[in-house]
C-alpha cells in the first residue's frame, strides 16, 4: 500500500518504523525545523531524522490550506494517510483525497481526553488505565470513527516520560493492525459516544503550578502527570522550583497552611502541607540549579520549616 506518513515527535518513530517495514512510505510530511535551545543549531523532529536515514522523501509545508500543498499530496496520490502527532490540523480536501482515507494514532481511550495532551491528563485525573486509539480522520477534533483501541494499565510508578514510552510502542503495533484490516476490508467503524467526550487543551505556564490545597493523591498525581513535560513548579519568594516527583505522606499536620513546609524527613525530603495531609518532596530542580533529591533538598537548606511554596 502507498502510504503518506504525517507526525512529527519521537511519539511517532515506532509508528512510521513499523510501517516502513511493511509498506511503500512514498513521503513523510513533519512540523519545520526549528533551532536548538540555544537558538543556533536547527534541530530536526525525530520524524525527519527517521525519513532521511531510510531514503524517505520529506516535505515539510508552512500549511495544508493552501492549493499548492494539496495539489502536491494529490500528484503523490497516496492509498492511505496515516497522521501520528503532526501537529497540525487536515482540512476536508486532504481527508477526502485517499483511497482508504485518513487514519491517526491517538494516545488515549477516545472519547475521553480529545486534543493536545492525553498522556498527561490521563495520570493527572487518576486513571487507572490507559491506551491507544487508531481511528479515522473527522473535521471535528479526535471525533473520528475508531478502528481498535489497544490497552494498558497505570501504575502509581508511572510517570508522563514512562506511559508515553509505552503508548508509543502500542500505538505502532496497534497501528500496524489497523492498516491490515483496511488492506482486506475489514477495518470496522466504531461511532464514538460524543456525549462521554471531554477534552485536553496545551498546557499554558501556569497550568503547570502545584495548587497546595488540593488533597496529597491531587498532587501526587499531577507531579508524574507532568514529569518531565512539561513539569509542575511552584514558587518561594518569585523563585521557581520545579518538582518531579512527591510521596503521599499520609500525615496531617495541624500547624502551617497548604504549602507550607511543615516537617523534614531525613534521608526523604521535605514534608509540605496540602489540602487533605501533607506530600514529601523527593525531587526538586531549583531555579538556576541542577536537580536534587529530597535529601540533597534538607541538607543543602534549600528549603525549610516554615517556608510557604506559592
Known amino acids: 500500500m502507498r502510504i503518506l506518513f504525517m507526525g512529527t515527535p519521537e511519539f511517532a518513530v515506532p509508528s512510521l518504523n513499523i510501517l516502513n517495514s511493511e509498506h511503500d512510505i512514498i513521503g ?19 520524524v525527519k531524522e527517521y525519513a532521511l536515514e531510510h531514503n524517505i522523501p520529506v516535505y515539510q509545508p508552512n500549511s495544508l490550506k493552501n492549493e499548492e500543498t494539496q495539489n502536491l499530496i494529490k500528484n503523490l496520490n497516496p492509498d492511505l494517510i496515516v497522521v501520528v502527532a503532526y501537529g497540525k490540523i487536515l482540512p476536508k480536501e486532504i481527508i477526502d ?4 482515507g485518513v487514519i491517526n494514532v491517538h494516545s488515549s481511550l477516545l472519547p475521553k ?14 486513571e487507572v488505565e490507559s491506551g491507544v486509539s487508531i481511528m479515522y480522520i473527522a473535521e471535528e477534533l479526535d471525533a473520528g470513527d475508531v478502528i481498535l483501541t489497544v490497552k494498558t494499565p497505570i501504575s502509581d510508578e508511572d510517570t508522563f516520560l514512562t506511559l508515553h514510552d509505552r ?32 477534552f485536553v487543551k496545551p498546557f499554558s505556564k501556569e497550568d503547570c503550578r502545584i495548587n497546595w490545597e488540593k488533597s496529597e493523591r491531587e498532587i501526587f498525581n499531577f507531579v508524574r502527570g ?8 511552584t514558587t518561594l519568594d518569585e523563585k521557581i522550583f520545579k518538582i518531579y516527583a512527591v510521596e ?25 502541607k496540602t489540602g487533605n495531609g501533607s506530600v514529601i518532596l523527593t525531587q526538586v530542580k531549583p531555579e538556576n540549579k541542577k536537580l536534587l533529591n529530597g535529601a540533597d533538598i534538607i541538607n543543602g537548606g534549600i528549603l525549610k520549616v516554615g517556608d510557604i511554596l506559592k
Open 28 to 46: 513523510v510530511f513533519t512540523k519545520i525545523d526549528k533551532p536548538n535551545m540555544r537558538g543556533k543549531k536547527i534541530k530536526y523532529t525525530p
Open 113 to 126: 481526553y480529545r486534543g493536545a495532551a492525553p498522556i498527561n491528563a490521563a495520570l493527572i485525573h487518576g
Open 226 to 233: 507532568m514529569n518531565p513535560f512539561p513539569s509542575a513548579f
Open 248 to 272: 503521599e505522606n499520609f500525615k496531617k499536620y495541624d500547624n502551617g497552611v497548604c504549602g507550607e513546609v511543615v516537617d523534614l524527613k531525613k534521608g526523604k525530603g521535605v514534608v509540605v
Open 167 to 198: 503508548l508509543k510502542e502500542l500505538g505502532a503495533q496497534g497501528l500496524i493492525q489497523a492498516v491490515r484490516l483496511i488492506e482486506k476490508g475489514e477495518a470496522p467503524r466504531i461511532v464514538q459516544n460524543h456525549s462521554e467526550a471531554t
Open 97 to 100: 483525497m485517499p483511497k482508504y
